[in-house]
């Protein structure tokens, strides 16, 4: 398979995985294979690339000019690469505990749910792939539409009401932000191609700098950056894999993909440091981060406890981005695939405990890790790799932004990370503790007895729990292939 | 402003008077007579646009013999005949609209007909 | 002979065909003979087009050469006109089983294809001659088709909405009539070619300015640029639904056509924007206009009435396009032009489908159509979408123009009203979608629409993604058309 096919087929499997499912969805046994079968081509294309990247190349795929000068097209680079390999490959598992769970909770519409979900993998390689900005943007706003529907699910009142939330925030930002920023980078620099050492070196400076930058960090609003988070809490109204995959990986990585992009290859994180115009990122991505994490301690609801936790960890990166040394922006790309695994876990965790035993909130979990063995291990491997201990994967990631801000003399931002580390633990190390430590307490005249979820779920829980492990491990060959976007060498 | 602009004046007044018809009358009939007034104001306005002081119509007479004929520019004149054609249909249609209104409605002022649809929606 | 004569063709044949539907009875033949029409009248712009995109084809009426005879003009910018009114006539005439649809007694079906290719005659018109006087004359013709087309509508406000809009229209219509005898009066020509090389001799005659003034203020009316607009939601709303797609789609964009011909081609750049400063009048208009209309909008109870509200924000980014005056901003308003005319065409056929199975265009009674008309609910969706402006469709190409546009000008602020409007589009459009799909039906039971009413609606709603990929034929020749106009004055 040569690598234009790859990119074609990586974007196309998904497409012709939601026409089939739409196909056989009078049989939902069929329609599941057909999900699964779309999700697994779907990642052995993307792996196809992989040694094609790795060994330096970037294989490009165009499709055509929708204006003079700007085209769709494709061309994968090692973040894009990084981002297509984690989303694709949770896909699979996601795809798994998907049937569990839609099943074991009796959902509506489940041709739907599939249908869209498969819509929003391949806008999200689309955006992982893009060789420009305007393609970027298309694949942007087609992932928030196929989202929303998965967002207002249920369609009650309350899926609704967060409905609205979710599409005013994420087309009222990207439409006044980040669309603003790409026609006003396309007037001055006259192309949005992504270029190593970015395109905007000489052609704009100090304020002007730091206005576009500021229009495409708030501009993009999946990266969920304070005042514009509010959609990511109200997203959790979505059934659990759609929390999981989408709201804890491939939206929000989108999101902070687009920073990480835009700081690499618009900016050119050396003009970017040299304008200096990226400190006042660095406060509001702190802000973000620091209260966040609050927020996430008074949340007893878990889901929403996971999401202030996505928000905060989604900071770590465009601090990361907004720091700009090469050490912070490999850090911080490597924490997009360390999040995901670690916070999908936790989600995956979330929907078993769901499914399994009815429970919504932190305080009725007294004692459930020993119904539920396998679930809250998980949820503990999960929690230590977000907290960023060794021997999870998180802690590579981690090391590399302290690094990163060191290097660039900003002691109190390498702090800061270590604090908000101290906070993580303070929200997730808690549920644990209750699982595992404190009495369940006897059960009322209506509490049912129950065990762990249904296996679907448990399994890919049990996976990506153990991912984060082998994260730990392998961060060598991704550190290798996420250095030549700063410019160093392979 | 001399008075051999009179025309200029006349029309103006006209077009004013016209329009003014139109907006202050409630009578849908009187509407159109305003409305008629309107355009003659502009018909008034190319027809003496045209006129060559001491020019004769523009008919080149058998025993000119070369000589000049001051005549009077025909084209003006000559647009009108297609304009009083636009107006005569415009009117017609109005007016028949208003026949069709008067049906529905059973009257032809605008202050009634607000009414009746205003109680419609209730 | 049919090659040369082309656009002399275009404008004759539906005008002696009008006149003999009258004496044809028969249902299907008129509709037949219509259709007919309209297609040729489509094949003639195509062809057209194809040539004049590139070199402006000249052709003189009848043999006499002008400034004596009329001359016809096709060049980017009528042909993407002629383009535009034949090609939304060919869709919207096969809508659906005309009597039924349109409540029009049986026997009067060949009357109103009749007014409509008048209509349609007299808009093509507008955007082919090159007499001052001729465009009144096709102005006057066109207008006077739709007002009876309006009043074929079913309610009886149909008629007091053709009637304002008549006398609306006449006042607009003889504005412009006073505007081109000044002009006619200022060059002693009516031909615009030649008046274009004679106005700036007297550009700095007052007369010239109140010229200017009354030919935009008489276009801007039938225009229906803010606040001009008042004729505007009502006619929209009462006229047969196919009529309104038709005139939505058309209508104003001729009219769009003569203020952008009058301030380009005749009075020229550097007088109305360099010296006059039009812009610090069409500017806040424009601005106005796309709030306004589009907080109006919001609030309307009725699929029609919102449309037409819709409407005067979306003429709004129009006017704001060519006050900007520069490539990427004409382009914008030209284009804008283009891609409205078939996501509003579009959405009006929806709502006509949707009258013509539920009896009523308010928003309230269709809860759950996504249930009952799950293909027309999905083509409000993304005719919605076109609107918004999503990338894809072809509302999202015009955005792009403006903004660069905007910006090129050093208007950020502006730039930054465009997004920020086009923003208020996606609350009318969605809280309709949210109606459609997240209420239950009263009576589930399937009412999609019939075949020859989807086929023509789902064709327009599929060109709004089309001409969001794929914009040679509509952003192309925009900006042709910006480049001729920009280049002329």
């Not at chain 1, 931002?413 to 595992?436: D, E, K, N, Q, T």
């Not at chain 3, 812009?279 to 589009?294: C, T, Y």
Request: aromatic residues 10%; contains cysteine.
């Amino acid at each position: 398979m040569t690598p234009e096919m790859a990119i074609k087929l990586s974007l196309a499997l998904p497409l012709f995985g939601a026409a089939g499912v739409i196909a056989t969805g009078k049989w939902p046994n069929v329609r599941e294979a057909v999900t699964m079968i779309a999700a697994f081509l779907t990642f052995g294309t993307v792996c196809t690339l992989y040694p094609v990247v790795a060994a330096g190349g970037r294989p490009e795929l165009y499709i055509g000019e929708v204006l003079p000068g700007l085209a769709i097209a494709f061309k994968v680079e090692p973040l894009g690469m990084l981002f297509a390999l984690v989303a694709s490959g949770l896909w699979i598992l996601t795809s798994i505990y998907a049937v569990g769970y839609m099943r074991g909770h009796h959902e509506k519409n489940q041709t739907r749910f599939f249908t869209c979900f498969a819509l929003a993998i391949s806008a999200a390689l689309g955006i992982a792939f893009s060789a420009n900005l305007f393609a970027l943007f298309i694949f942007y706003e087609i992932l928030t539409f196929s989202t929303f529907p998965l967002v207002t699910h249920h369609g009650d009142a309350k899926a609704i009401r967060s409905g609205r939330i979710y599409l005013g925030v994420l087309v009222g930002t990207s439409v006044a932000g980040l669309l603003f920023a790409i026609i006003w980078t396309y007037a001055i620099a006259g192309t949005l191609d992504f270029t190593p050492g970015g395109i905007l070196a000489g052609k704009a400076s100090g304020n002007g700098v730091a206005l576009l930058l500021a229009l495409f960090a708030f501009g993009t609003g999946k990266a969920a950056l304070m005042p514009f988070h509010k959609w990511l809490p109200n997203a959790m109204v979505a059934p659990t894999p759609v929390s999981a995959l989408l709201h804890a990986v491939a939206v929000v990585k989108a999101g902070v993909f687009t920073i990480m992009k835009v700081v690499v290859y618009i900016f050119g994180i050396e003009y970017l440091t040299d304008q200096g115009a990226s400190q006042w990122l660095m406060w509001v991505a702190t802000y973000t981060l620091v209260v966040s994490s609050v927020i996430a301690l008074t949340k007893d609801n878990l889901k929403a406890r996971l999401a202030y936790s996505t928000i905060s960890q989604l900071a770590y990166i465009v601090l990361a981005a907004a720091i700009a040394t090469p050490a912070a922006v490999v850090g911080g790309s490597m924490h997009i695939a360390m999040h995901a695994m670690g916070k999908i876990t936790l989600f995956f965790c979330a929907g078993s405990i769901m499914v399994g035993a009815h429970k919504t909130n932190v305080s009725q979990l007294d004692g459930i890790g020993h119904r539920m063995p396998f679930t809250m291990g998980a949820f503990t491997l999960g929690s230590l790799s977000i907290i960023g201990l060794p021997p999870m994967g998180g802690a590579w990631s981690k090391w590399h932004m302290v690094l990163g801000a060191a290097d660039a003399d900003q002691m109190f931002f390498a702090g800061v990370y270590m604090l908000s580390s101290l906070l993580s633990i303070a929200y997730l190390m808690p549920i644990v503790g209750r699982a595992f430590f404190i009495a369940e307490k006897l059960p009322e005249a209506d509490d049912h007895d129950h065990g762990e979820a249904p296996l679907l779920c448990v399994i890919p829980s049990v996976l990506t729990g153990l991912g984060t492990i082998v994260l730990f491990f392998i961060a060598e060959p991704l550190y290798q292939l996420l250095l030549p976007i700063v410019g160093v060498a392979q | 402003m001399s008075l051999d602009q009179w025309h200029h004046i006349g029309s103006i007044a006209l077009l004013c008077t016209g329009l003014y018809i139109v907006i202050s009358r409630d009578n849908l009939v009187k509407k159109m007579m305003g409305l008629n007034i309107f355009q003659v104001a502009v018909i008034f306005f190319y027809v003496t646009m045209g006129k060559v002081t001491g020019g004769t119509a523009p008919i080149i007479p058998a025993d000119a013999h070369g000589h000049e004929v001051l005549y009077s520019n025909p084209i003006p004149h000559v647009l009108m005949l297609t304009a009083i054609v636009v107006g005569v249909a415009t009117t017609a249609l109005g007016l028949s609209l208003i026949v069709r209104i008067q049906e529905a409605y059973g009257t032809a002022e605008e202050d009634e007909i607000v009414r009746l649809d205003l109680e419609e929606i209730g | 002979m049919i090659q040369s004569n082309m656009p002399a063709l275009i404008i004759v044949t539906p005008m002696l065909v009008a006149p003999i539907l009258v004496f044809v009875r028969h249902r299907i033949v008129a509709r037949v003979l219509a259709i007919a029409t309209a297609w040729w009248c489509f094949y003639l712009a195509v062809s057209m087009a194809g040539v004049a995109q590139d070199t402006p084809i000249a052709y003189d009426m009848g043999g006499w050469e002008a400034p004596l005879g009329i001359a016809y003009t096709v060049d980017a910018f009528s042909s993407l006109l002629l383009l535009i009114v034949s090609g939304i006539a060919s869709v919207v005439l096969p809508f659906g089983p005309g009597s039924a649809l349109l409540a029009i007694p049986e026997g009067k079906n060949n009357l109103f294809y009749a007014s409509f290719l008048m209509c349609m005659a007299g808009l093509m018109g507008i955007a082919i001659t090159g007499d001052l006087f001729n465009v009144f004359v096709f102005l006057e013709i066109s207008s006077l088709a739709s007002y009876t087309l309006i009043a074929m509508g079913k309610s009886r406000r149909a008629l007091m909405a053709a009637f304002s809009y008549l006398v609306m229209g006449t006042i607009g219509g003889t504005f412009t009539l006073l505007g081109i005898g000044m002009v006619y009066q200022l060059t002693g020509t009516l031909n615009m070619a030649d008046i274009a090389q004679r106005l700036p001799d007297v550009i700095d005659s007052p007369a010239t300015r109140v010229a200017l003034a009354l030919i935009v203020v008489g276009g801007s009316i039938k225009l229906a640029v803010f606040p001009l607009h008042q004729w505007l939601p009502n006619a929209y709303t009462y006229a047969p639904s196919a009529v309104s797609a038709f005139l939505a789609a058309t209508g104003t964009k001729v009219s769009y056509y003569v203020i952008v011909r009058g301030i380009f081609t005749l009075f020229g750049v550097s007088f109305v924007f360099g010296t006059l400063h039009l812009e610090r009048l069409l500017v806040p208009l424009a601005l106005l206009a796309m709030f306004v209309g589009s907080t109006a909008a919001i609030f309307q109870t009725d699929l029609k009435r919102l449309l037409a509200y819709s409407s005067i924000a979306q003429i709004g980014y129009m006017v704001l396009g060519l006050a900007m005056a520069n490539q990427a901003g004409l382009t914008g308003g030209i284009v804008h032009l283009a891609n409205h005319a078939v996501i509003k065409g579009g959405l009006f056929l929806v709502v006509a489908c949707i009258t013509y199975r539920m009896h009523t265009s308010k928003i309230d009674e269709l809860g759950g159509l996504a249930q009952r008309m799950p293909l027309t609910a999905a083509a409000w969706l993304v005719g919605g979408l076109g609107m918004i402006g999503v990338p894809t469709t072809a509302g999202f190409i015009s955005k792009w123009y403006l903004v660069m546009g905007a910006i090129d000008r050093g208007w950020y602020g502006i730039a930054f009203a465009i997004l920020l409007s086009s923003l208020l589009a996606v609350v009318y459009v969605w809280r309709v979608v949210e109606v459609f799909y997240f209420r239950e039906a009263s009576d589930k039971s399937n009412l999609e629409a019939p075949a020859d009413m989807l086929v023509p609606t789902w064709f327009l709603i599929a060109m709004t993604i089309v001409f969001g990929l794929y914009t040679p034929w509509s952003a192309g020749l925009a900006s042709k058309a910006a480049a001729l106009l920009l280049a002329a004055s």
